[in-house]
Nanobody
Framework: QVQLVESGGGLVQAGGSLRLSCAVS????????MGWFRQAPGKEREFVAS???????NYADSVKGRFTISRDYAKNTAYLQMNLLKPEDTAEYLC????????????WGQGTQVTVSS
């Protein structure tokens, strides 16, 4: 069984920063990608950022230049540094794991709420 646990969400003013963490425990895989998604009330879940096993990164256009994804292989943890936050970034943020780095998200965390006030 694989568990993903997010942390680091909270309430922040516009222009502020937060860093989210996603700790992976349980069964491990030889190569896996990590990703961050978000879902605002009444909206569909959307992709935010991902990082492959080799370290290649992808970002949604809406967060490029403001968010940075990273990972600590030794700790099996992924991070999302969010700077210059905007009210439209308000959402529940979920991390996900792609066990073979093939673009299929196999496991999901429970989410952490990020609220940005104007």
């Amino acid at each position: 069984q694989v568990q993903l646990v997010e942390s680091g969400g909270g309430l922040v003013q516009a222009g502020g920063s937060l860093r989210l963490s996603c700790a992976v425990s349980g069964r491990t895989f030889s190569t896996y990608a990590m990703g961050w998604f978000r879902q605002a009330p009444g909206k569909e879940r959307e992709f935010v950022a991902s990082i492959s096993w080799s370290g290649s990164k992808n970002y949604a256009d809406s967060v490029k230049g403001r968010f940075t994804i990273s990972r600590d292989y030794a700790k099996n943890t992924a991070y999302l540094q969010m700077n210059l936050l905007k009210p439209e970034d308000t959402a529940e943020y979920l991390c996900a794991l792609d066990r073979a780095s093939v673009g299929t998200w196999n496991y999901w965390g429970q989410g952490t709420q990020v609220t940005v006030s104007s």
